[in-house]
């Protein structure tokens, strides 16, 4: 066990954890921060998609050791009031069936539009690729994907 | 089931939960009304009308919603019938998921009851007289209080209005006398030319709550003291647990106890949904996720082979007794036992006319073979269950489709009575079928009765797509007998599969062929399975619209035109007595489909290949035109047209995206879908292995229609997805000249032909 300091969502948050633990389950268990989903465990799902800095990453494989002081960001700290363009975009499309893996699909999409603004249709799907939803709602992410583009 | 409900109580609680601590799902939309958009004032006093709905004193409604969410949209579809009937304005709404009550949500079982695309078929009269009695109790009330007719008393978007006298009020004013006055028995409902509500597309009632991540899913569960568990299961089918040793992981930081349970009692007789291969398992209870994780690899257990059993379970069709044979399965031998009972005569479960004869005459015979492997339902929320044991009482809260099936197990494991069980029906991560069979929750409670404190089970990916309940591998043989100028004579199937067979003898194309013979088979299995979206349809559909493709193309007729003209003998002059559908529904949404698609109006584009597949199925019609191009080998689904014939539409664009779900699961399925067992595990444990779609493989542009008519409300969420199977093999024929007879259809093969 040890002691982590994290800047999650703009906040400073200690942690006693093993150093090996995955962000995911620092989010999860020990901030209550539950919003990051456990789908696979071994990034291949795209559930658990936060932001380091700006970049996506999946933290089901991220020690919490590695994370430094890097400006941690999940679905909970994306916008203050839930309105980010890609939230907003996902409500005007309604895109959720279940509705469980869509924190990770927004974050990763945010990610995305954040590094390519205006993305075209395959790179759309590359950068999404990552993401399953296994309620099939890809055809809306992609749309919504592109209103928030603008 | 709870009996005693103080609703007041348990806002009141709710409320001030949101300031704190997270103890349930229901806190955090207590403000929240159903359209998402505004924050509503919370009312000093709530007014109970009955166990649907209940009007605060400033007319904001509560209405409950029955059935467990997991992703078919209930929460929002089903309050929306209510506040159809009740007048009321959608804004003033606020949404709550109920709790299992089977007295309050009657029948017993059914009453709360998510599968089978029952949910609003088998709501509709009971939320529509759940609205029209409070309607009508208000009306009354306002009658009384302003001495007029109750007759001459309008409604509109929750304000009661006397015309004549110029007096009106608000639903909140009439509230408290109106909760007093007797419930009708049966209340006048709306014309349906006369809804302002149902047909209007309504954004889901929980939409912000989950693009801002809030808490809902059983995973996200929590309460102060909670023990997070995880279980050891056996590594193959056929296995079951011989000893273990807890103490190397006992010892590991974190970790407070490992000790085995036992689902079952003995001599438990099993219902229809106790499925559930691994009764005895090996429970790991510590702090916190991860410790178990790791503790759980540090367990030493030593499995042993299942001898072969047969038990008696009471299930839909009454007691049957069910063999289960010893041994570890194969997929290989899977494949060559279905292929020799294929070719052995069947169970004849339909015949008409002479078919021996007509095949015998025929000028030409058609046969084809078509088969499809074991699916996981892979729900991307694995299974979990929060358990809270307190001596007798339990308290228990997760994912579950099917309340009513597993309170009986949970009770007679317990040796308590139901009434000191309480559930309660988180959302659900997807469930397709898997969460029918909820031996999960069993599990969590014997975990904390043991460790007398709450407890979140929680299922790897692994455990969850090792331990499955699957759709069974099958397998179709279809006949056609031609005569020397292409006439259809005669129509033969003959499907099983391990352990039940997809034959639904019924179905079209029975009752329009003169000469038809329909037999079953099965092969005994212990590989555990059960419902999956559109159970035994999910492959039938496929290899007989795949069929129907071939034969039509045999005898030189369109497609579509071919099977108008089966369902015209159908209608006009059905062959045999039981005939499950709708003829002239079924083809409806095929004239519907050709019209939309533009079918041989509208020359497809180059390179562009066209399948087209019909299907009925959980009371419902739905058909699809699949264009798709081949790029390197690899089809490219440009375009599904979907027509669907499911009675009214509730919330058509919440039925919108279900269908386009359904066709893209489907095509994934199709394409990519399967699991394979070696020495009786599960060859796939987690989504390295199993190929499921995404976002580069989904069809471009999913265009949905639905039929517009009068007709109660029929099944949704199953009906669109068994006939993609077909539309897409059917697409892919015309694309590579090649026809598909084997699912999954590309699977590990990147590149067809
Ligand atoms: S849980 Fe991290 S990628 Fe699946
Ligand atoms: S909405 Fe259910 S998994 Fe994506």
């Given at each position: 066990m040890a002691n982590f300091t994290l800047n999650i969502n703009g906040k400073q948050q200690t942690v006693d954890v093993d150093p090996a633990t995955p962000m995911l389950w620092v989010l999860r268990d020990h901030l209550n921060l539950v919003g990051t989903k456990y789908g696979c465990g071994i990034a291949q799902c795209g559930a658990c998609t936060i932001h380091l800095g700006d970049v996506a990453m999946r933290s089901c494989m991220l020690p919490v050791s590695q994370v430094g002081n890097q400006a941690v960001t999940t679905i909970e700290g994306l916008s203050e009031n839930g309105d980010h363009p890609v939230q907003q975009a996902w409500l005007e499309h309604d895109v959720a069936q279940c509705g469980y893996c869509q924190s990770g699909q927004i974050m990763n999409a945010a990610a995305l539009l954040k590094a390519n603004p205006k993305p075209s249709d395959a790179e759309i799907e590359g950068a999404m690729n990552g993401n399953i939803c296994r309620c099939a709602t890809y055809v809306r992410i992609k749309a919504a994907i592109k209103t928030a583009a603008g | 089931m709870t009996t005693s409900n103080s609703r007041r109580t348990f806002l009141k609680n709710s409320v001030l939960a949101s300031g704190g601590m997270v103890i349930g799902v229901n806190w955090l939309t207590g403000c929240k009304n159903a359209s998402s958009e505004a924050a509503l004032t919370m009312p000093k006093e709530w007014f109970n009308f009955n166990a649907y709905l209940k009007i605060g004193e400033n007319g904001v409604v509560t209405i409950f919603t029955p059935n467990p969410e997991f992703g078919q949209n209930v929460m929002t579809s089903m309050p929306m019938v209510v506040a159809e009937e009740l007048d009321v304005d959608w804004r003033n709404v606020l949404v709550e998921m109920a709790p299992f009550d089977a007295v309050k949500y009657p029948p017993a079982i059914f009453g709360q009851f998510t599968g089978g695309s029952r949910g609003i078929m088998s709501k509709w009269e009971p939320l529509r007289n759940a609205g029209a009695a409070a309607r009508h109790m208000l009306k009354e009330a306002a009658a009384q209080a302003w001495q007029v007719p109750a007759s001459e008393i309008t409604t509109s978007a929750g304000v009661l209005k006397h015309e004549k006298s110029g007096k009106s009020a608000g639903y909140g004013e009439m509230a408290a006398a109106a909760a007093k006055i007797p419930v009708p028995v049966k209340p006048t409902l709306k014309e349906i030319k006369d809804f302002k509500l149902i047909s209007q597309s309504q954004k889901n009632v929980r939409g912000k709550e989950i693009v801002t991540g809030k808490p809902m899913f059983g995973v996200d569960y929590k309460v102060d003291g909670m023990l997070i568990a995880m279980i050891a299961q056996p590594p193959a089918f056929g296995m079951k647990l011989k000893t273990f040793d807890g103490s190397a992981a006992k010892a590991m930081p974190g970790i407070k106890d490992v000790f085995s349970i036992k689902t079952y009692n003995d001599g438990y007789e099993k219902g229809g949904f106790d499925v559930n291969a691994f009764p005895e398992l090996v429970a790991i209870v510590g702090n916190s996720t991860w410790e178990v994780m790791q503790a759980k690899k540090a367990l030493t257990i030593e499995w042993e082979p299942i001898a072969a059993y047969s038990e008696t379970v009471n299930g839909w069709g009454g007691k049957q007794v069910v063999n289960v044979p010893a041994g570890l399965e194969n997929s290989d031998d899977h494949a060559a036992k279905m292929a020799a009972l294929a070719a052995k005569p069947g169970r004849v479960v339909r015949r008409n006319g002479d078919p021996e004869a007509a095949f015998k005459k025929a000028a030409k015979v058609i046969e084809r073979s078509y088969s499809c492997p074991y699916l996981a339902h892979n729900c991307m929320e694995p299974m979990n269950f929060f358990a809270d044991v307190k001596g007798d009482k339990v308290k228990v809260a997760g994912p579950l489709q099917i309340p009513g099936f597993i309170e009986p197990t949970l009770a007679a494991r317990m040796g308590i009575p139901v009434e000191n069980i309480e559930i309660e029906m988180t959302r659900m991560g997807g469930g397709f079928g898997r969460r029918s069979y909820s031996h999960y929750l069993v599990e969590a409670a014997l975990i904390s009765q043991k460790m007398n404190a709450p407890v979140k089970l929680m299922y790897t990916r692994e455990d969850d797509m090792t331990n499955g309940v699957y759709r069974p591998a099958y397998h179709a043989v279809y006949r056609a007998a031609l005569d020397e100028n292409n006439n259809l004579l005669a129509f033969h199937v003959k499907a099983g599969g391990i352990p039940e067979s997809p034959l639904h003898a019924d179905r079209f194309p029975a009752g329009a062929i003169d000469n038809y013979l329909a037999e079953d088979w099965k092969i005994e299995s212990n590989i555990t399975i059960g419902a999956f979206r559109a159970p035994r349809s999910n492959f039938i559909a496929g290899a007989e619209q795949s069929f129907l493709d071939e034969l039509a193309e045999a005898m030189g007729k369109d497609p579509i035109e071919f099977r108008l003209e089966l369902l015209k003998r159908a209608k006009e002059n059905p062959v045999g007595?039981?005939?499950?559908?709708?003829a002239a529904r079924y083809a409806g949404v095929l004239e519907l489909v050709r019209d939309k698609s533009g079918w041989g109006k509208t020359p497809v584009a180059a390179g562009v290949s066209r399948g087209v597949a019909a299907y009925f199925c959980h009371a419902s019609y739905a058909a699809h035109v699949l264009d798709l191009t081949m790029e390197n080998g690899k089809p490219v689904v440009q375009k599904v047209t979907s027509a669907i014939d499911c009675g009214i539409v509730v919330n058509p664009d919440a039925a919108a995206n279900m269908t386009e779900g359904a066709v893209t699961d489907g095509i994934g399925n199709a394409l990519y879908g399967e699991m394979t067992f070696k020495a009786g595990a599960a060859e796939k444990a987690n989504f390295d292995k199993y190929r499921m779609i995404r976002m580069s493989e989904a069809p471009k542009a999913i265009d949905v229609h639905f039929v517009k008519n009068e007709i109660a409300p029929t099944g949704m969420g199953e009906p669109p997805f068994p006939p993609i199977f077909g539309a897409l093999a059917n697409a892919l024929y015309k694309a590579t000249g090649k026809r598909v007879y084997r699912q999954p259809f590309l699977g590990e093969r990147e590149v067809m032909g």
């Open positions: - | 007595e039981r005939n499950d559908y709708d």
